[in-house]
C-alpha cells in the first residue's frame, strides 16, 4: 500500500537548518509529482513546495521561496526539503505526498525556537 515516513524534524535555532527526508514506497514514485505540506497548530495544511516526476521544475509558498529547496531521488525513491534561515513560523507537522494520492504520512515536527 501507499505509505510514506517522514524523518529530519527536530527544535532548532531560528536562523538554523533542516533536512527533512520522506521515503515512499506503494506506488511507481518516479511517475508522481510530489510535495511537502505542512500543518501548524491551529492552522489548516498548507502547500509549501512541489517538484515535478523527473525533478526539472519546483515551485514554492511565497512564505519559503529562497529558504526551502526541494529535490528528489528517484532511484532512492526518497524525496527531501533543504530548510535554511528558519523562521519561528516555519513551526508545523511536515508531510510529504504524492500529487493524487490521498494518504499521508504521520509527519515530522519541525519546532524553531530559540
Known amino acids: 500500500q501507499v505509505q510514506f515516513v517522514e524523518s529530519g524534524g527536530g527544535l532548532v535555532q531560528p536562523g538554523g537548518s533542516l533536512r527533512l527526508s520522506c521515503a515512499a514506497s506503494?506506488?511507481?514514485?518516479?511517475?508522481?509529482?510530489m510535495s511537502w505540506y505542512r500543518q501548524a497548530p491551529g492552522k489548516e495544511r498548507e502547500l509549501v513546495a512541489g517538484?515535478?516526476?523527473?525533478?526539472?521544475?519546483?515551485n514554492y509558498a511565497d512564505s519559503v521561496k529562497g529558504r526551502f529547496i526541494i529535490s528528489r531521488d528517484n532511484a532512492k525513491r526518497m524525496v527531501y526539503l533543504q530548510m535554511n534561515s528558519l523562521k519561528p513560523e516555519d513551526t508545523a507537522v511536515y508531510y510529504c505526498?504524492?500529487?493524487?494520492?490521498?494518504?499521508w504520512g504521520q509527519g515530522t515536527q519541525v519546532t524553531v525556537s530559540s
Open positions: 505526498k504524492a500529487d493524487g494520492q490521498s494518504i
Open positions: 517538484i515535478t516526476t523527473l525533478g526539472g521544475s519546483t
Open positions: 506503494g506506488f511507481t514514485f518516479s511517475t508522481y509529482a
